[in-house]
């Protein structure tokens, strides 16, 4: 019989994938539960307007929910209900204590864990989706199979089973393009114990991602191993990611200093078929949920097992990363006269990247609030990552106290525009910087934003993803990443 599914935490990383799981396995029920009412409600919402945007996810919730996917807030009566338990619940980088700054703050997945052992009636398949740290299933399996009435259970035949088997399947699913990399994922990594018991357990997770018709993931494309491989392979696969990115942003600046241009260094790079095209886009730095917690917790784990040239060498990808962000700034300075204070600089988009909502560390965070402190007056623009930008930059508003807490706001130093309208953002600005890529910014009317800005009027385009030479026939100075 098909077991059913569960998964603790509805997230980025559990909507998204227990979606495509339902829509695959029409014949197993998928439940996903979250502390958060707020977030439940909003995958339930009658007109569907979900708490993540992500391109083709409302269809899939659409084909699906209520028909085997379903969503609530009632973790027990779910852990019951299920025999098979994915856990995506948020594991952030540490801030307080031992390995603050650098690992990983477990204390969502210790309580998820507490919370399993306690509701759960029978055996049950636990399996990591959330990046964590390496050894994090072995701390698991000791917490749910600590010794009491309910850690082992006698099965006919086999004797003494463990309760609870944990596996490890890390998500490799990127924000924007989720959909089609959960439909066609290049791999699907389960990492589970190598006795019987355990690789029962990983065969029963095989099944789901073949699909109920096997025509889901290719068999030769799902690769198991052992629960460690499988969960350093998750760190090690973003921070080598991350390290690419970092590698041509470094060649990036000293294509500025030299007249090289880093696309054409990047193109000619990435036509060699060892190192790929991919991954090379020089840009104001990687931001999203995963490179900086997974490189942080890479080096913390390098450091904890006292390799401590290899902690260092990680830390530069971050060190580079940050570095990126204080160059757009100083480039500005340079090109705006040495001076910001009060200058009106326009942000086209918060997002991390296209396609996303997110704005979890993204670089836009930290250009506005380098810049907020030199006194610029930023309008901040993006078509979905306006709520989240509000939220994340919440400590630089305050509430005008006077009003009662009315939508009138005053500011600390110079107000913070939030507008979906481009134009709007960029009327009187002096400056326009092109954080995101969004795919409409290459089409908006640069002669009428041109005409609306204070001159000389400067774009910033950090990605590169403009037309230079019809801007600077329109009259702008550009700036690029890397040229
Ligand atoms: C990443 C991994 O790709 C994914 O496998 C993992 O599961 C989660 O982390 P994500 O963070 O969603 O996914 O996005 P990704 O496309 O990897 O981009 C990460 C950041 O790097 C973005 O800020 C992006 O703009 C930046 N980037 C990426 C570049 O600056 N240049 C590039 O060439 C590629
Ligand atoms: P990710 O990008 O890893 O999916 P998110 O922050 O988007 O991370 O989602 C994690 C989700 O896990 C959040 O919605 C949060 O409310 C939920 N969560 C955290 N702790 C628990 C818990 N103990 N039980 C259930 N859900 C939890």
């Given amino acids: 019989m098909n077991k059913d599914i569960v998964?603790?935490?509805?997230?980025?990383?559990?909507?998204?994938?227990?979606?495509?799981?339902?829509?695959?396995?029409?014949?197993?029920?998928?439940?996903?539960?979250?502390?958060?009412?707020?977030?439940?409600?909003?995958?339930?919402?009658?007109?569907?307007?979900?708490?993540?945007?992500?391109p083709g996810l409302v269809d899939v919730v659409r084909e699906v929910r209520g028909k085997n996917l379903f969503f609530s807030t009632d973790i027990e009566a779910a852990v019951k209900e299920c025999d098979i338990i994915f856990v995506g619940v948020n594991t952030p980088t540490?801030?307080?204590?031992?390995?603050?700054?650098?690992?990983?703050d477990l204390q969502y997945w210790e309580s998820t864990a507490?919370?399993?052992?306690?509701?759960?009636?029978?055996?049950?398949?636990?399996?990591?989706?959330?990046?964590?740290?390496?050894?994090?299933?072995?701390?698991?399996?000791?917490?749910?199979?600590?010794?009491?009435?309910?850690?082992?259970?006698?099965?006919?035949?086999?004797?003494?089973?463990?309760?609870?088997?944990?596996?490890?399947?890390?998500?490799?699913?990127?924000?924007?393009?989720?959909?089609?990399?959960?439909?066609?994922?290049?791999?699907?990594?389960?990492?589970?114990?190598?006795?019987?018991?355990?690789?029962?357990?990983?065969?029963?997770?095989?099944?789901?991602?073949?699909?109920?018709?096997?025509n889901w993931v290719p068999r030769e494309k799902i690769l198991t191993t052992n629960v460690w491989s499988a969960e350093l392979?998750?760190?090690?696969?973003?921070?080598?990611?991350?390290?690419?990115?970092?590698?041509?942003?470094?060649?990036a600046g000293l294509c500025e200093a030299t007249g090289a241009d880093v696309d054409e260094v990047a193109k000619v790079m990435g036509a060699d078929h060892r190192i790929g095209p991919k991954f090379l886009k020089a840009g104001p730095g990687f931001g999203g949920s995963c490179f900086k917690k997974d490189v942080l917790n890479l080096v913390y784990l390098c450091e904890s097992f006292g390799l401590h040239t290899a902690a260092e060498y990680w830390h530069e990808v971050i060190k580079m990363n940050d570095h990126q962000q204080e160059r757009i700034v100083s480039r500005l300075f340079k090109a705006m006269f040495n001076t910001l204070a009060n200058k009106k600089i326009a942000i086209f988009g918060f997002a991390f990247k296209a396609d996303t909502g997110d704005t979890r560390e993204t670089p836009a965070g930290t250009v506005v609030r380098l810049l907020h402190d030199e006194h610029v007056r930023l309008a901040i623009t993006d078509p979905k990552a306006l709520a989240n930008a509000k939220k994340d930059l919440a400590d630089l508003i305050e509430e005008d106290i006077s009003t009662g807490g009315s939508d009138s706001r005053i500011f600390k130093q110079a107000p913070i525009e939030f507008t979906e309208d481009e134009y709007a953002a960029a009327r009187d600005a002096d400056a326009i910087v092109v954080m995101t890529d969004w795919c409409h910014y290459p089409t908006l009317d640069w002669a009428r934003l041109y005409a609306s800005m204070r001159k000389p009027a400067l774009v910033f385009d950090t990605r590169n993803c403009l037309d230079s030479a019809a801007l600077k026939g329109l009259g702008f100075k550009v700036l690029q990443t890397g040229k």
């Fill in 7 to 54: 998964c603790i935490g509805a997230g980025y990383i559990g909507g998204p994938t227990m979606a495509v799981i339902a829509k695959m396995n029409p014949d197993r029920k998928v439940i996903v539960v979250d502390i958060n009412e707020k977030r439940i409600a909003a995958w339930n919402s009658a007109d569907f307007d979900l708490p993540i945007y992500e």
């Fill in 114 to 214: 507490r919370n399993i052992k306690a509701w759960a009636n029978g055996p049950k398949i636990v399996v990591e989706k959330s990046t964590l740290p390496v050894r994090t299933a072995a701390a698991m399996e000791a917490i749910l199979n600590a010794q009491d009435a309910r850690s082992e259970v006698k099965v006919e035949g086999q004797g003494q089973q463990r309760n609870f088997t944990v596996l490890s399947n890390p998500e490799f699913l990127a924000e924007g393009t989720a959909i089609k990399d959960l439909m066609n994922p290049d791999r699907v990594l389960i990492g589970g114990p190598q006795d019987a018991q355990g690789q029962a357990a990983v065969d029963a997770v095989v099944e789901i991602y073949e699909g109920a018709a096997k």
């Fill in 94 to 104: 540490k801030m307080f204590g031992k390995g603050a700054g650098r690992a990983s």
């Fill in 233 to 251: 392979t998750k760190l090690a696969a973003n921070a080598f990611l991350a390290q690419r990115v970092s590698s041509i942003n470094a060649i």
